[in-house]
């Protein structure tokens, strides 16, 4: 006869957790589709990359190069609206910060779960377009975030046939660790 000690539940309850994490990670609870923050200054994308040509590395200068995009010092801003539109409400905003030496608290946007690494630079530099994950941001008057950004949206990609050439390893490890 074989009987069960008080340990014989512990694997049953530990597949149970381990398919609640992974419900809920794929679920996207956590990644609110949609959002659209008022920030501190209202920076209007459509006139700075459509009407003026900018480029989105030049504001997020490290997207191609680090896990994080990065955001302009206020310097950069300053270097052309010291003279531009300088009376203007909002630069005005922006020039405060300037001369109190201190960063414009902009309100992040798209951010992933605290459990998830998403490295930009890899994205950037196999080809993927800004607008690929964060929408038309270039015609957005105030920037929302366009997509879940949940488990499942990123395997669209890594294994879906959205862009076959971005096949990406898709194992656990690859964006949690």
């Not at 597949?15 to 990644?31: Q, T």
């Amino acid at each position: 006869m074989i009987t069960k000690g008080k340990w014989a539940a512990i694997p049953g309850l530990v597949a149970l957790a381990a398919c609640a994490i992974f419900l809920s990670a794929y679920s996207g609870a956590s990644s609110p589709q949609g959002a659209a923050p008022v920030q501190p200054i209202n920076f209007p994308h459509p006139r700075h990359v459509q009407t003026l040509g900018m480029n989105c590395l030049y504001c997020h200068f490290a997207a191609n190069k680090s896990p994080d995009p990065g955001l302009p010092a206020v310097g950069t801003c300053m270097g052309c609206h010291q003279v531009v539109h300088a009376d203007s409400a909002e630069i005005k905003k922006l020039a405060s910060y300037y001369y109190k030496n201190q960063p414009v608290p902009w309100v992040r946007i798209h951010k992933v779960p605290e459990y998830v690494h998403f490295p930009h630079m890899r994205h950037v530099n196999a080809g993927v377009t800004c607008q690929d994950c964060h929408g038309q941001v270039q015609e957005m008057g105030r920037v929302y975030q366009a997509s879940s950004l949940n488990m499942g949206w990123c395997l669209n990609c890594h294994i879906g046939n959205y862009k076959p050439q971005f096949k990406a390893r898709y194992d656990c490890s690859t964006c949690h660790y």
